[in-house]
């Protein structure tokens, strides 16, 4: 819902990198966003096609790796993985506990770019 | 053909405007001045709330209102009738309140002679949550008619609140909202999570939610 606001902070964190590096033209950018975001992927990339018209960064792919939501239980101490928090329950699956903290899943960065 | 080189950026999205919201929230301190980021769905009686919040404390603490709407001054007129000092954000369809927005806002308010100040942000579950306001302490309403299943739906919203008050209490008889099923699922997202359920129809739980308030204002000020 909010994608070009997003899109407005990677297009201005990647141009000034680009600029800091002589850089020419930004190939691919490479981001890293946990499973608890809705952002949308297609649409941060034609949001991001639309900014960066006429900059280094023009044409340039988004390539997102969505870290997966994965929980810890604090009674028994493994790690699960949560792939649908509508199908599964979010308690642990080894001891049932209800004790459990997020891990990962709320990252929101990037990582690096390739660029000429 | 020129050589492809990886560069390392490793910085947060949005990390300027964190940067803003910390600094707000440091100016706000300074001044002894605590808000309250208050999110929720559309209709989940977050207006309703901030009006019960302040017949309950305005006897003892000065406090204003920063009211966020895509496009209305509806409920910055409600506050007003109060004789509250508010101050309406309209966000132009916006969907959410930035740290910019706040700074301006807050820039009109008298806070050298203020305690509290409530903000209710853009009804919605999901935007809000990406978002730092530069507040205290997030709280978000999910009202029982909106259904026990938003934890689920909505995750990233009850990670990043303080508080969870489950409102409109006295629909509960008409629903099958289970409360238990919420406070499993909302502290699975959040350990720490406080849950206030609450009708502000009924005052069912009100009490305890300003008790709640009141003690973390009394923190604030002497931490």
Known sequence: MHELYVTKSIQQIVLKHAQKNGIKKVITVNLEIGALSDLQDEWLQRYFDRLSLGTVVEGARLRIRRVPAVFQCCECQQTYQIHSFYVQSLTCPHCSSAKVTLQTGREFRILNMEAE | ?223
């Open chain 2, 1 to 223: 053909m020129q050589e492809i080189q990886l560069i390392e950026i490793k910085e947060e999205i949005l990390a300027e405007i964190k940067g803003l919201a910390d600094q707000i929230r440091e100016n706000l301190s300074e001044k002894k001045v605590f808000m309250l980021n208050i999110m929720g769905s559309p209709g989940a009686g977050k207006t309703s709330l901030i009006l019960k919040t302040i017949q309950h404390l305005t006897d003892h603490l000065r406090i204003a209102v920063v009211e966020a709407d895509i496009d209305s001054m509806v409920d910055s007129q409600k506050v007003a009738a109060l004789g509250i000092p508010v101050v309406q954000i309209q966000t132009g369809g916006f969907c959410h309140v930035d740290a910019s927005m706040v700074e301006k806002a807050l820039d009109t308010l008298p806070l050298d002679n203020l305690d509290l100040v409530l903000l209710e942000n853009v009804g919605n579950l999901v935007c809000p949550a990406e978002t730092d306001t530069g507040s205290h302490l997030n709280i978000t309403l999910l009202s029982v008619p909106e259904g026990d299943d938003k934890p689920l739906k909505y995750p990233l919203i009850f990670t990043i609140s303080d508080v969870l008050v489950v409102s409109k209490l006295d629909y509960l008889d008409l629903d099958d909202f289970d409360l238990e099923r919420v406070k499993t699922r909302a502290t699975a997202m959040n350990q720490n999570i406080k849950i206030f359920p609450l009708s502000c129809k009924t005052m069912v739980g009100i009490k305890d939610w300003i008790v709640c308030l009141e003690q973390e204002i009394s923190i604030f000020r002497n931490p």
